[in-house]
């Protein structure tokens, strides 16, 4: 089975609209509902027939989302956890927001609080009031979709212990990792339980069961598959049995990678960057397993449609009929043409389905 979806970037829709994703569009779920709701009308007249719909990058799944949703905390979630641990929120109006960097540069262990107690921070309460407002509204009779979910589906999303690690600690963690090794498995194995406390909290309030769980795992190909196997893997299992089924995702070429994903129990898909080997995926996961991949940027931003065609037939063929997922998310420099050959060519396959 063959399917095509992808979405729209804030980039994009800030071109297309002149919509402004400033701080209140992240605080106040009333202005980013009537925001998130234009871009959804603009993405539905624009594309038709296209799939496409405006949603975080390889987060939202548009068989999933519908104008009677409001998003609560929507912010990517290793900045969610950053802000708990003391960092900045930075909006930019026309692009995704980001945190201050480094807030666990120079920190001991003893910093990190216990996860428990992270529902206790005032960011926390703020979503929690937010999420029984939107309840307790008779009228309006919207579904909040809280922190960490990005639509009815109950799949959580969280970032990698590792990417966040990064995040929280700059680029030295990679070193850091071969040379403070118990410090580096002890931070990521906290990460992991703060994510897991947080997912659990919020899918309760919100009564919104948890399915499964997205990691993005976006720094994997910065490391060896042996650092994969020491650190990545435990703390990625553990999630796995405590939130429920993984989909894994890896932006860049990941192929040296698989043996070492594959050791993470309860994974049941993937989500790939367009230079892994999926023929390699196959030998080693089967064809069952869901493969989601993306095509490369410099194919989506060039000016004929050869590159990104040429590419769409070498996975089609290295996949080898397993169960394929193509998927984009469409930033503000990128040729929408190129997109709608991409969907032409997966829509004319014989084993392709659609919605």
Known sequence: MITISGTLSKGWMAGALGVSFDRDYYFDPDRRYAID?????????????????????????????????????????????????????VPRDSFDADITPGCL????????????????????????????????????QLRPIPPFFWDTSGRAAIHGAMTSAQKFLGETFFIDMMTEPQRCLEIMGWIGEAFIVLCRHFSDIADLPITGVHVGECSSCMVSPGLIEKFVVPVTSKIGEKLGPVRLHSCGPSTNHLEAFSKITNLRSLD????????????????????????????????????????????????????????????????????????????????????
């Not at 040729?335 to 004319?348: E, G, H, K, S, Y």
């Open 105 to 140: 540069s120079g920190k001991d262990l003893d910093y990190l609080p216990a996860p428990e107690s992270l529902l206790d921070h005032e960011l926390v309460k703020l979503f929690d009031e937010q999420i029984r407002r939107v309840q307790d509204d008779s009228q309006k």
């Open 37 to 89: 709701c234009k871009c959804n009308e603009y993405a539905a007249a624009q594309f038709p027939g296209m799939r496409l719909f405006y949603s975080e990058s390889n987060l939202g799944q548009i068989d999933y989302w519908d104008n009677k949703q409001i998003q609560i905390g929507g912010i990517q979630p290793n900045m969610i956890l950053g802000m708990l641990l003391g960092a900045d929120f």
């Open 272 to 355: 790939l960057g367009g230079e892994t080997s999926i023929k390699r995926a196959r030998q080693i996961f089967g064809k069952d397993m869901l493969i989601s991949v993306a095509p490369l940027p410099r194919d989506m931003s060039a000016e004929n449609t050869e590159p990104i065609l040429s590419w769409a037939k070498h996975i089609l063929e290295e996949n080898d009929g397993g169960n394929l997922e193509y998927i984009y998310h469409v930033e503000e420099n990128y040729n929408i043409d190129m997109i709608r050959a991409l969907t032409n060519f997966v829509n004319n396959q014989t084993d392709f389905k659609s919605a």
